[in-house]
């Protein structure tokens, strides 16, 4: 292996590549975060947040990652021994359904084959069952990190208003937000949750909460044992959101300068930029003649694809490949997926030659290990993107 020259194509689904303006931006000097300056900037920060979740409610801002995030929402909605419905979707639904448990807590986990989002339906039934509204909360992961697979989320909104039940509604956003669609208020989102290593462009280590007001005042009965999570820490008075702790400034002037880009460049024009990258990526995976782990195409995510390789065929070997030969830096098959299918992450600060630079060295790979595949992938996604 030679010396890598150039940069490091990292097209893992997050971290994600961090604009130069926001690298910028956090280069600075240490400062009290008890002062005037950081204040502007955190609060400018927590009003931008809201215009990222699409709502009205507050944002808290953790220093952790998104399963500090994960915790939080579960953790202050919920007591030992409630009852959550949740949706296996793939490896992180199931992370998430671990974590849960962890907490005390009955999951109700409707089975998936990871090829599809959670489905409306079957979440409708079993809150009908539910006569005497023993669930608490029905959790879902909006974007499927290790699948591709995205769960209507505005259709189980639905579901749930069908079968008139009370229960909280938690969506995981953290690999769609700022790439794909979210919506916290319109789809009476109780607890969104978001990390910072995705579409928001910035180093992982900020993990978000949405609290709809419905989530608030049940967390006043909440029973989970909880500290360092506890919303109230964060939002004495129920709407200003505060630090009981020191909080990540430098992360801080970095996300003030990556919301201002995602403003600028319009949401609508960022998810439709994340919606013509990946299909630039699913032109080339059909062309090649493979095939996403995503079995619908109107779940096929726009922030990441996972694709399956023949049988018989070593996800990993590929992945090895396309790192030590071309400085590419792909995802793994998570749990069940492993050594079976890799991953494309396609969001954040990309354009079309990063995709394109990336698919090349995906069919390079493909080539040098002698995956069965059609040419021609690249070309595909070239004709989609210049037409
Ligand atoms: N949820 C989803 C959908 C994710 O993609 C991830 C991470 O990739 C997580 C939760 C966990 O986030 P973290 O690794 O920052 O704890």
């Not at 490091?8 to 931006?25: E, I, Y």
């Not at 009955?106 to 599809?116: C, E, F, H, S």
């Not at 749930?160 to 789809?187: G, N």
Request: one cysteine or more; proline letters at 6%.
């Amino acid at each position: 292996m030679t010396a890598p020259r150039g940069r490091q194509f990292l097209h893992t689904p997050g971290p994600t590549n961090m604009p130069d303006r926001v690298l910028r931006a956090m280069d600075r000097p240490a400062m009290d975060h008890r002062g005037p300056e950081f204040q502007r900037i955190a609060n400018a920060c927590f009003e931008g947040l809201t215009r990222i979740f699409k709502t009205e409610h507050p944002v808290l801002v953790y220093p952790s990652a998104g399963h500090g995030a994960w915790e939080a929402a579960l953790a202050n909605s919920c007591s030992p021994g409630d009852r959550v419905l949740m949706a296996e979707t793939g490896a992180f639904s199931t992370w998430w359904k671990d974590m849960a448990e962890a907490l005390g807590l009955i999951v109700d986990y409707l089975p998936g084959d990871w090829r599809a989002g959670a489905d409306p339906a079957a979440i409708e039934a079993r809150l009908t069952e539910d006569k005497a509204h023993a669930i608490r909360a029905v959790a879902i992961v909006h974007n499927e990190t290790s699948t591709g697979v995205l769960s209507p989320v505005a259709e189980i909104r639905r579901a749930i208003d069908r079968a008139r039940h009370p229960a909280l509604f938690l969506v995981d956003t953290i690999s769609s937000l700022a790439s794909i669609d979210f919506r916290m208020d319109e789809w009476q989102v109780d607890v969104a949750v978001g990390g910072s290593q995705k579409g928001l462009m910035l180093p992982p280590g900020l993990g978000f909460n949405g609290v709809g007001a419905k989530a608030l005042s049940a967390s006043q009965s909440a029973r989970c044992r909880r500290s360092y999570w506890d919303w109230r820490a964060m939002l004495p008075d129920g709407k200003t959101v505060t630090f009981p702790c020191t909080p990540p400034v430098n992360l801080f002037f970095g996300l003030k300068d990556a919301i201002d880009m995602l403003l600028e460049e319009g949401l609508d024009q960022v998810f439709e930029r994340h919606r013509r990258l990946a299909e630039a990526v699913r032109r080339a995976v059909a062309a090649w003649g493979l095939e996403l782990v995503a079995r619908n195409p109107e779940q096929q995510s726009n922030s990441v694809s996972a694709i399956l390789l023949p049988d018989g065929h070593d996800a990993e070997a590929l992945r090895k490949t396309c790192l030590e030969r071309f400085n590419l830096v792909l995802g793994s098959g998570l749990l069940r997926l492993r050594g079976r299918a890799f991953r494309i992450g396609h969001l954040g600060d990309l354009n079309e030659l990063m995709i394109l630079g990336t698919l090349s060295g995906v069919e390079m790979g493909l080539r040098a290990n002698a995956v069965p595949h059609r040419p021609g992938g690249v070309q595909a996604a070239i004709d989609y993107l210049a037409s």
